[in-house]
C-alpha cells in the first residue's frame, strides 16, 4: 500500500532553536499534505493543509509564523518549528492524499521534546 | 462545532473475547467516519471508513457500524487477539473544508491479555 515516511522519528532540541520535520510520501504524488498534533491524551488536532506550490492553509489558533509549512513538489512537505518552546513538544503527523486515488495515508509520526 | 467523543477511554479484555468500542459526535452533517488504529508512539493506520449514505463496513474481524440520527458509531471486533493491543481512533469528516479536516476522539486505549 502506499507509504508516507516522516525523518526524524524522534528529535530533541533546545528551547529557542528551529527545528524541521520532513514527510515525503514514498510511491505516489501528493498533491495536498496535512498536517497534526497531537499532545498527549488529546485528540489529535488538523494544524495546517499544505498545497503543492502554493501557501499552507492555517488552521484557526496555528500560528503560521511559528509553524512554516513548505510543500515544494508533489513527494515533499517540510513542516519547521520556529524558536521552539518546551510547550511546543508534542506528536506531528503528517498525512497524504494520493493525487490518484484520493484516498489518505498517514506518517509514522515525529515526537518533537523541546528542553 | 463537531465534537467526537469516545466511551471507554480504556479497555482490557480476555484474548477471545468480542469488544465494541463506542464513538459518538455533536453534528450528524458528517460526510464519513473513519476509524483508525495507533500503535505506541506511532502514526495512524486507517482501518475502515463509513460513507454517510452506508450504516456499516466489515473488514476481516472488525465491524463498524454509523447511525447518523443519534451520532454514533461503533466499532465492533470479533475475537478479539494480544495484537489487537493499540489505541483506537474514530475521526467524523464534515461536509466543506478540506479532506484533512477530520474532527478525531482521544481515543480508547485496548488491551487484550493474553
Known amino acids: 500500500g502506499a507509504v508516507v515516511s516522516q525523518h526524524p522519528s524522534r528529535v530533541i532540541c533546545k528551547s529557542g532553536t528551529s527545528v524541521k520535520i520532513e514527510c515525503r510520501s514514498l510511491?505516489?504524488?501528493?498533491?495536498?499534505m496535512f498536517w497534526y498534533r497531537q499532545f498527549p491524551k488529546k485528540s489529535l488536532m488538523l494544524m495546517a493543509t499544505s498545497n503543492e506550490g502554493s501557501k499552507a492553509t492555517y488552521e484557526q489558533g496555528v500560528e503560521k509564523d511559528k509553524f512554516l509549512i513548505n510543500h515544494a513538489s508533489l513527494t515533499l512537505s517540510t513542516l519547521t518549528v520556529t524558536s521552539a518552546h518546551p510547550e511546543d513538544s508534542s506528536f506531528y503527523i503528517c498525512?497524504?492524499?494520493?493525487?490518484?486515488?484520493?484516498?489518505?495515508?498517514f506518517g509514522p509520526g515525529t515526537r518533537l521534546t523541546v528542553t | 462545532k463537531q465534537e467526537v467523543t469516545q466511551i471507554p477511554a480504556a479497555l482490557s479484555v480476555p484474548e477471545g473475547e468480542n469488544l465494541v468500542l463506542n464513538c459518538s459526535f455533536t453534528d450528524s452533517a458528517i460526510y464519513n467516519l473513519q476509524w483508525f488504529r495507533q500503535d505506541p508512539g506511532k502514526g495512524l493506520t486507517s482501518l475502515l471508513l463509513?460513507?454517510?449514505?452506508?450504516r456499516e463496513q466489515t473488514s476481516g474481524r472488525l465491524n463498524a457500524s454509523l447511525d447518523k440520527s443519534s451520532g454514533r458509531s461503533t466499532l465492533y471486533i470479533a475475537a478479539s487477539q494480544p495484537g489487537d493491543s493499540a489505541t483506537y481512533l474514530c475521526a467524523a469528516r464534515n461536509y466543506g473544508g478540506s479532506q484533512g479536516n477530520l474532527i478525531f476522539g482521544k481515543g480508547t486505549k485496548l488491551s487484550v491479555k493474553p
Open positions: 510511491d505516489f504524488q501528493a498533491t495536498t
Open positions: 463509513i460513507q454517510s449514505s452506508q
Open positions: 498525512s497524504a492524499i494520493s493525487g490518484l486515488t484520493y484516498e489518505q495515508y
